[in-house]
């Protein structure tokens, strides 16, 4: 059985100074998310999202992807705590969302904090421009220009939806934000044997004990996703995996091939 993780809170955080950064960029009086192709600074702000009293960061720290969420209280934004996203390379637009999927934007990771639940979601460069709709809200976001990153956040009780529309206007995506990090009904989760972070879920009917992953068919696939039973959520590769007799879990295709 897996441990359920909280998220950090401030204390945990390992750059003092970058929530203060981060409030400066949410109050700040301009559009996001940025059309910057670059960092310049080693702390550079990507996107800022408001919904209701919740506020939340997506920024660039030394090319790493960090996030940060807030309440307003009273007038103020109250720093709730952040994660980071690992790896390198947070301005870099990539080209198609990973494990072979075939999304024009996809969510890269997310999590959840009490009563508030949040996510990075990531565009194609096909993508000029996302709204996020929730009630009594939409957000345009031009991400024509720029590392194509979205950061949303919203209360547990709704379900939010994104769209995204090409240069002439035309609607050629769509994800369910809300269900993003939900654990699939009738499924099994264990972890991803490349990132460790992420999970595989695997159908109930084909596994024996809970505990026992040794009975799936030969050639059975799974596509790593976020983990769900986390309060923290890690960045997930996002490869598909392949059971095979003798030898279990590979990556289809394996690193380095196409």
Excluded at 50 to 63: C, H, K, P, T
Aim: hydrophobic share 30%.
């Amino acid at each position: 059985m897996l441990s359920r993780r909280r998220r950090p809170g401030p204390v945990e955080f390992a750059h003092d100074q970058d929530p203060r950064r981060a409030k400066k960029a949410l109050r700040a009086d301009q559009s996001w998310p940025t059309h910057k192709t670059a960092p310049v600074m080693p702390f550079e702000p990507m996107d800022v999202d408001r919904y209701e009293d919740l506020g939340f960061v997506v920024a660039s720290q030394r090319g790493r992807l960090q996030t940060y969420w807030f309440v307003n209280r009273n007038g103020r934004w109250e720093w709730q705590g952040g994660t980071g996203g690992g790896g390198s390379g947070a301005f870099e637009r990539p080209g198609e969302p990973p494990g072979d999927g075939d999304q024009v934007i996809w969510c890269s990771q997310g999590g959840c904090s009490g009563r508030m639940r949040d996510v990075v979601v990531r565009c194609s460069p096909e993508v000029h421009l996302v709204t996020v709709e929730r009630p009594g809200d939409i957000r345009h976001a031009d991400v024509s220009n720029g590392p194509g990153c979205i950061g949303i956040i919203w209360p547990e009780d709704i379900e939010p939806v994104v769209r995204a529309f090409s240069s002439e206007g035309t609607e050629i995506g769509s994800v369910a934000v809300g269900d993003f990090d939900r654990h699939p009904v009738g499924m099994v989760e264990c972890a991803c044997p490349t990132c460790l972070h992420g999970r595989l879920y695997v159908p109930r009917e084909l596994v024996g004990p809970m505990r026992n992953l040794n009975f799936l068919p030969n050639g059975f696939e799974a596509v790593c996703q976020p983990s769900s039973l986390t309060g923290r959520a890690l960045p997930n590769c996002g490869l598909r995996h392949r059971c095979l007799d003798d030898i279990g879990w590979i990556q289809v295709p394996k690193p380095g091939e196409s």
